[in-house]
């Protein structure tokens, strides 16, 4: 379960899953986890590289779910 305006790390976090992550803003890439299913808003400042978007990734630091979802982690 994700609250509104959550990030998805912290709703990992929450609900017990860990995720490694050292920065909490987009930048170091640890964090990333594949939308395997549903929709994430990801903000233009969160510096995604091309691949990650061709392919499903997102840093769920700055990833926010904007449906249900089904990721891979």
């Known amino acids: 379960k994700a609250e509104v ?4 790390l912290n709703s990992l976090e929450r609900n017990g899953y860990f ?5 909490r803003s987009g ?15 990801n903000a233009p400042e969160s ?3 091309k691949s990650d978007q061709t392919f ?3 840093h769920s630091c700055v990833a926010f779910p904007t449906s249900d979802i089904e990721i891979l982690y």
Do not use: D, M, Q, T
């Open 19 to 23: 995720v490694e992550n050292a920065c």
């Open 27 to 41: 930048e170091c890439s640890l964090c990333r986890v594949k939308v395997i299913e549903g929709e994430v808003f």
């Open 5 to 8: 305006g959550e990030p998805l």
């Open 56 to 58: 499903g990734w997102v």
């Open 47 to 49: 510096k995604l590289r």
